[in-house]
């Protein structure tokens, strides 16, 4: 049984259409994420899905229970969804016990003390009750506003770019925890980003939106190794696009000759034997082998850490990024043989 399901649902500001004919579902325990640059429609949708936002088409429903209509919506407070905003919207008149049990209506004392206790333990927070929200940091403010929200045990919780406003490495760390807390808690939630790093760390599957559209749903190993489309194939990470040429089940490029894929939800009726076709190449698929006959001259490089990404002039006048270790000691200029790692790649329509 879905806990959520999204039926070709339209949204609409005035006659200004942000979101049209999106279709998902997302099973029980599963964490989602809406991932997309701004504007794509992504916060409307999770709007919509709590209750805030009325549709111009399509249903949501929970559980086989019809929430939303173009000509019904559910209350908010009668969904059993909780939300976890992006300043995070703690009660500041209140301890952190007080806004962890804000919502635990109807319980006993015992009850509602046995529960924050669990909580607290859980966010790594224990003996921290007393507390009043200035006085934690914003990682520490951003598990207490997640504890408030999953401490009634809603049906599907919603999170709306919860990590936003920290820095880099904060993020990645509380993306990790907060999937960790969520399926301690076997809870069903969506997330909104930007960050398909954030989104890579929280989700089990991701839609990629843009200008409303939903252009694909899946894993992130999937969205990353087989996007639908060249879009999807830019904003979930480093993409490099060669010219090839179909023959017969391969594509002939600068580097070599590779087998493609034919995804499930892209249009391959364009594939047809000589045509010249766009290849993804991730920068990480290209290795060194003196061997190969595919010659590169080092042109640029950027220092990463572990890795240099390197800008690399084929023989043929295209240029592409490598990911190659930065213990290995490359001078610009010098010329390398290369090949990939893998020996299916995704094709593209050149347009």
Same mark, same amino acid.
């Given at each position: 049984?879905?806990?959520? #399901?999204?039926?070709?649902?339209?949204?609409?500001?005035?006659?200004?259409?942000?979101?049209?004919?999106?279709?998902?579902?997302?099973?029980? *325990?599963?964490?989602a994420? =809406? +991932?997309?640059?701004?504007?794509?429609?992504?916060?409307t949708?999770?709007? #919509?899905?709590?209750?805030?936002?009325?549709?111009?088409?399509?249903?949501? &429903?929970?559980?086989?229970?019809?929430?939303?209509?173009? &000509?019904k919506?559910?209350?908010?407070?009668? $969904? $059993?969804?909780?939300?976890?905003?992006?300043?995070?919207?703690?009660?500041?008149?209140?301890?952190?016990?007080?806004?962890?049990?804000?919502?635990?209506?109807?319980?006993?004392?015992?009850?509602?003390?046995?529960?924050?206790?669990?909580?607290? #333990?859980?966010?790594g927070l224990?003996?921290?009750?007393?507390k009043?929200?200035?006085?934690?940091?914003? @990682?520490?403010? %951003?598990r207490?506003? =997640?504890?408030?929200?999953?401490?009634?045990?809603?049906?599907? !919780?919603?999170?709306?770019?919860?990590?936003? /406003?920290?820095?880099?490495?904060? $993020?990645?760390?509380?993306?990790?925890?907060?999937?960790?807390? +969520?399926?301690?808690?076997?809870?069903?939630?969506?997330?909104?980003?930007?960050? %398909?790093?954030?989104?890579f &760390?929280m989700?089990?599957?991701?839609?990629?939106?843009?200008?409303?559209?939903?252009?694909?749903? @899946?894993?992130? %190993?999937?969205?990353?190794?087989?996007?639908?489309?060249?879009?999807?194939a830019?904003?979930?990470?480093?993409?490099?696009?060669?010219?090839g040429?179909?023959?017969?089940?391969?594509?002939?490029?600068?580097? *070599?000759?590779f /087998?493609?894929?034919?995804q499930?939800?892209?249009?391959?009726?364009?594939?047809?034997?000589? +045509?010249?076709?766009?290849v993804?190449?991730?920068?990480?698929?290209?290795? !060194?082998?003196?061997?190969?006959?595919?010659?590169?001259t080092?042109?640029?490089?950027?220092? !990463? *850490?572990?890795?240099?990404?390197?800008?690399? %002039?084929?023989?043929?006048?295209?240029?592409?990024?490598?990911l190659?270790? &930065?213990?290995?000691?490359?001078?610009?200029?010098?010329t390398? @043989?290369?090949?990939?790692?893998?020996?299916?790649?995704?094709?593209?329509?050149?347009?």
């Amino acid at each position: 049984m879905s806990v959520l #399901a999204l039926d070709r649902v339209s949204l609409a500001y005035g006659k200004q259409h942000v979101v049209e004919a999106v279709s998902l579902s997302l099973d029980d *325990g599963e964490i989602a994420c =809406l +991932l997309g640059p701004s504007g794509c429609g992504k916060t409307t949708l999770l709007r #919509a899905i709590a209750g805030f936002k009325a549709l111009s088409a399509g249903s949501i &429903s929970s559980a086989n229970k019809i929430l939303s209509t173009p &000509s019904k919506t559910v209350e908010p407070e009668r $969904r $059993r969804i909780g939300m976890v905003f992006q300043d995070f919207a703690l009660f500041p008149h209140l301890s952190v016990g007080e806004n962890i049990c804000f919502g635990l209506r109807g319980q006993s004392r015992a009850a509602k003390q046995a529960r924050l206790q669990e909580l607290m #333990a859980l966010i790594g927070l224990a003996g921290n009750e007393s507390k009043y929200p200035h006085e934690l940091s914003g @990682g520490q403010q %951003q598990r207490v506003a =997640l504890a408030r929200a999953i401490a009634p045990k809603p049906r599907l !919780l919603l999170l709306d770019e919860p990590f936003s /406003s920290m820095d880099v490495e904060l $993020r990645s760390s509380l993306a990790k925890e907060v999937r960790a807390i +969520l399926k301690h808690e076997k809870i069903t939630a969506v997330m909104v980003t930007h960050d %398909q790093h954030e989104a890579f &760390s929280m989700a089990d599957k991701i839609a990629v939106l843009n200008n409303g559209h939903l252009l694909q749903w @899946g894993d992130a %190993q999937t969205l990353y190794h087989s996007p639908s489309n060249e879009f999807v194939a830019h904003f979930v990470g480093r993409s490099n696009f060669l010219m090839g040429h179909v023959r017969g089940d391969k594509v002939e490029t600068a580097v *070599g000759a590779f /087998s493609y894929k034919q995804q499930s939800n892209q249009d391959t009726d364009f594939i047809a034997e000589g +045509l010249l076709v766009k290849v993804l190449i991730r920068p990480e698929y290209i290795v !060194l082998n003196n061997e190969s006959g595919s010659r590169a001259t080092l042109v640029t490089r950027e220092f !990463l *850490g572990g890795y240099y990404l390197y800008s690399l %002039q084929l023989q043929n006048g295209e240029t592409v990024q490598a990911l190659l270790p &930065s213990l290995a000691n490359y001078q610009l200029g010098e010329t390398i @043989g290369i090949t990939l790692s893998t020996d299916k790649v995704s094709i593209f329509e050149n347009d």
